[in-house]
């Protein structure tokens, strides 16, 4: 009887590590279980790789790129495909200023992340759309850091590489004031350090500004203590596109 009675928090606690290890396995930063995610750049050295995901998104991608040009900052943003027909210049102008585009699917929405059709999908409409501005990505981040199993060979089938990193705060989406922002960010960061900023909101547009002036308090406090700035295939020693078909 004690059991019976027993059993019931016992199964909700269980019900709740089964749900907490499920979410680690498919969507933290560090799980390797459904192949490899790199997080972090294998380095010593004093450098991190700043990444921008969901955009492009106006007019805060642009005024990134502002900002990164001042500084000489090559960076690497993870595009929405569907973000990217809708703002196809600001893309291009990314492009020509030397930073990084990769695929960030076409619609993220996550409906379309779970099954390996909709992922095919996804994934390929998703290069399409940067093939309009003239790029063949060969890396992949995948929406919400989502893996499932169909997730490997449909990168595969794409020549994509999969790539995580570490969210700059997890209320980011929230907008909180920069300051709070940046401050965990800057607690997290060290040689080979990758930080996800979002200059998007899921590919829709939105108020972005305290990401904005989160990167740049970023920057000035790594460049003060002797950081530099390297694009992910700089860090990762991989490239960044494929040769075109
Ligand atoms: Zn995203």
């Keep these: 009887m004690k059991a019976a009675i027993a059993a019931g928090p016992l199964a909700a606690a269980g019900a709740l590590a089964a749900a907490g290890a499920g979410y680690w396995l498919c969507m933290s930063s560090y799980s390797q279980a459904f192949g490899a995610f790199p997080y972090r750049g294998a380095t010593g050295r004093k450098v991190v790789a700043l990444t921008f995901d969901d955009g492009p998104n106006e007019p805060y991608t642009s005024q990134l790129a502002d900002f990164l040009g001042e500084r000489a900052i090559k960076a690497t943003f993870f595009q929405v495909g569907r973000a990217v027909l809708r703002h196809p210049e600001v893309t291009e102008r990314l492009v020509r200023e030397g930073h990084l585009i990769g695929n960030h699917g076409f619609t993220h929405e996550v409906t379309n992340y779970?099954?390996?059709?909709?992922?095919?999908?996804?994934?390929?409409?998703?290069?399409?759309?940067?093939?309009?501005?003239?790029?063949?990505?060969?890396?992949?981040?995948?929406?919400?850091?989502?893996?499932?199993?169909?997730?490997?060979?449909?990168?595969?089938e794409h020549g994509l590489t999969a790539v995580s990193g570490e969210f700059c705060h997890a209320l980011e989406v929230c907008q909180p004031a920069p300051?709070?922002?940046?401050?965990?960010?800057?607690?997290k960061a060290r040689p080979g350090s990758i930080i996800i900023f979002h200059d998007g909101y899921d590919g829709h547009p939105g108020n972005r500004a305290s990401t904005v002036a989160a990167a740049k308090i970023v920057v000035d406090q790594l460049s003060r203590d002797g950081y530099e700035f390297a694009t992910i295939s700089e860090l990762l020693g991989t490239p960044a596109y494929q040769a075109s078909a």
């Design 114 to 156: 779970l099954g390996r059709r909709t992922l095919t999908e996804d994934v390929r409409k998703g290069q399409a759309a940067l093939a309009t501005v003239g790029v063949r990505p060969a890396l992949y981040r995948p929406p919400w850091l989502l893996r499932v199993p169909a997730l490997a060979p449909v990168l595969r």
């Design 179 to 187: 300051e709070m922002i940046a401050r965990r960010a800057l607690a």
